[in-house]
Structures are given as C-alpha cells and as structure tokens.
C-alpha cells in the first residue's frame, strides 16, 4: 500500500525519534511518552489542532509544548521532535508520527500489534485476562490498542495483521438477519 505524503513525513519524523532514543538509552520511557501523549490527545483531539494552528506563533507553540512536556514529565527527545516537527509546520502530523513510532517499537521488539475494538473500556482484569489469552494464543508478546466502539453493540473486534476476529453482537446479528434473507 502505497504511503500518502503525511505519512512519509511522519516516518521521518518517527525514524528520527527512534534513533534519538535508542542513541539516549532512553527507548522505554519515549515510548511510555508516545503512549501518553495518545491517551491525552484522545480524550483531547482538538489540543493539538489548537498547538499545530497557524495562528499560534513558533514561540508560543514552544511555550505550549515546553508546558505539556513539564506536566506528562516528557523525555528531552520526545520534546525535540515535537518542537522540531512545530518548526517545519509538521506538528499536524504528530498523531500519525507516534503510530509509527509505536509500530517501530513493536516490530523491533518482536511484539504482535493488536487492535481490540470493545463497547466499552474494559476493566483492568478485563484487560489482563485478554492480553493472557492473546499471547498464549499468538505466541508472542502482544501491545494491545483498544478502541471504544459503541456500535458493535457488545463483545469484541480483534484485529492483528491480517486477520480479524469478530466477536462482536452487532456481526451475529448481521449473520443471523442473513440467514433469515437466504443468504
């Protein structure tokens, strides 16, 4: 599949983060930065189109980011990259940057990227008990991306590479109003 040019960009961007952190010895704790930095921009998805806006000045994008960087205690290299990207008018792409910053770590890490889609947050044993099941069904360490998805109705959608487990009541219900169609 061919990348559109936001998401070169972002590869760019996200290879650099990488080798910053590798060369810093401070891997684990970017990626516990891209982490959450996620989690904070999906509770607020407009704060970064605010930070990116054109209207903001360089100098108060830095102030902004140097202030975010305090407040979820963010390693030197995840700040540069993020006042590197404000520079160049990138930061838009900052989403798309930590996606592949967080596949980077995974396929270096040998680790199966999972995505769960659920009616709801799962509770923490929730959690655990599926990434349990997970790794011993994939045999391998696997890095959990959950989305709510009010939806399905219930149950789970689980999605790593190229397969899909649907477990979710919204496609038993699609399965079962096909078997009454004839189809």
Not at 3 to 29: N, P, R
Not at 86 to 101: C, I, P, Q, Y
């Amino acid at each position: 599949m061919k990348k559109s040019s936001k998401e070169k960009t972002a590869c760019i961007y996200s290879d650099a983060l990488y080798a910053a952190a590798k060369e810093g010895g401070h891997l684990q704790e970017v990626r516990k930065d891209v982490d959450t930095l996620r989690d904070i921009l999906k509770v607020d998805a407009d704060l970064l189109k605010a930070i990116a806006s054109p209207l903001m000045t360089p100098q108060e994008q830095k102030t902004v980011l140097t202030l975010l960087g305090e407040k979820a205690k963010l390693q030197r290299e995840t700040l540069q990259c993020l006042e590197l990207m404000g520079k160049s008018g990138k930061l838009g792409d900052a989403v798309l940057m930590m996606k592949d910053f967080a596949h980077l770590c995974c396929q270096n890490n040998h680790i199966v990227e999972v995505t769960v889609e659920t009616v709801k947050k799962l509770s923490s044993s929730q959690d655990k008990k599926l990434q349990e099941v997970l790794e011993r069904r994939l045999n391998s360490k696997v890095a959990l991306d959950y989305h709510v998805n009010p939806n399905i109705l219930g149950g789970l959608r689980i999605q790593y590479g190229t397969y899909l487990v649907d477990a979710s009541l919204d496609h038993k219900l699609n399965c079962l109003e096909n078997v009454m169609k004839g189809k």
